[in-house]
């Protein structure tokens, strides 16, 4: 079974710059999720989509940020502008079953994100 | 909202020695507690989780305890090898809403051959 994968894996960009990453969870998962880590501080939720619905985007930063998951496949999370504090690692996650908060979230490789 | 706490930040040990990371958290509603290992370069793996009717579980070499009471869990690692070099994420999920765990900063454990 392939795993979530995220791309690009790796992304320079300058300030002011329009950036947009991709998730394709694992086939058949209903929840995806977007997380951001910036250097030594912790995982922190973005939001969450059930199928094609956003169940929860109350950690998104700001309306700079726009995530889609149109047709409840994958997901694109774009930044537009990018500002330099939106440099981190962006994981997306999925798991199987809606609704249920023991499931197991099965995290992407991630794309490093840096604004120059 | 829930915060999770994580200690410590860095942790060196000799192969062969136990480490023991701790986490608390602070909302009495959070009833999941996974811990993920994310090795160099790789994607965060679910390693080990517990529920909140579970005190202590096992798996192999390692091991997780929880104390509702104290609002506190642990990950232990005996007979630490190399490739148990990892930043060891724990995370605290609540038993409603929208279940979004909150995970703490992240422990960078290195085991010395």
């Known amino acids: 079974e392939a795993g979530v994968t995220q791309f690009p894996s790796h992304s320079v960009i300058e300030k002011g710059q329009t950036v947009t990453l991709r998730c394709d969870p694992i086939s058949g998962h209903d929840n995806l999720y977007w997380y951001r880590r910036v250097m030594g501080k912790e995982i922190k939720f973005l939001l969450h989509?059930?199928?094609?619905?956003?169940?929860?985007e109350s950690g998104m930063p700001n309306n700079r940020f726009l995530a889609e998951r149109t047709g409840g496949t994958y997901s694109t999370l774009k930044v537009q502008p990018a500002e330099l504090e939106d440099s981190g690692v962006y994981f997306c996650a999925s798991s199987l079953l809606a609704g249920a908060g023991t499931d197991t979230q099965y995290f992407g490789p991630g794309t490093r994100l840096t604004v120059l | 909202g829930e915060n999770v706490e994580q200690h410590p930040s860095t942790l060196s040990v000799q192969e062969g020695d136990s480490a023991v990371i701790k986490c608390t958290y602070s909302d009495s509603a959070s009833n999941y507690f996974p811990w993920y290992k994310q090795e160099l370069g790789k994607r965060p793996q679910l390693i080990i989780d517990i529920r909140s009717n579970v005190g202590e579980k096992k798996d192999q070499r390692i091991a997780v305890t929880l104390n509702k009471t104290a609002k506190h869990f642990s990950l232990h690692i005996t007979e630490t090898q190399p490739e148990d070099s990892a930043v060891y994420f724990c995370?605290?999920?609540?038993?409603?809403?929208?279940?979004?765990?909150?995970f703490g900063r992240g422990t960078s454990l290195i085991v010395h051959p």
């Open positions: 989509f059930v199928k094609e619905s956003k169940q929860d």
């Open positions: 995370a605290a999920t609540p038993s409603g809403g929208s279940y979004i765990p909150t």
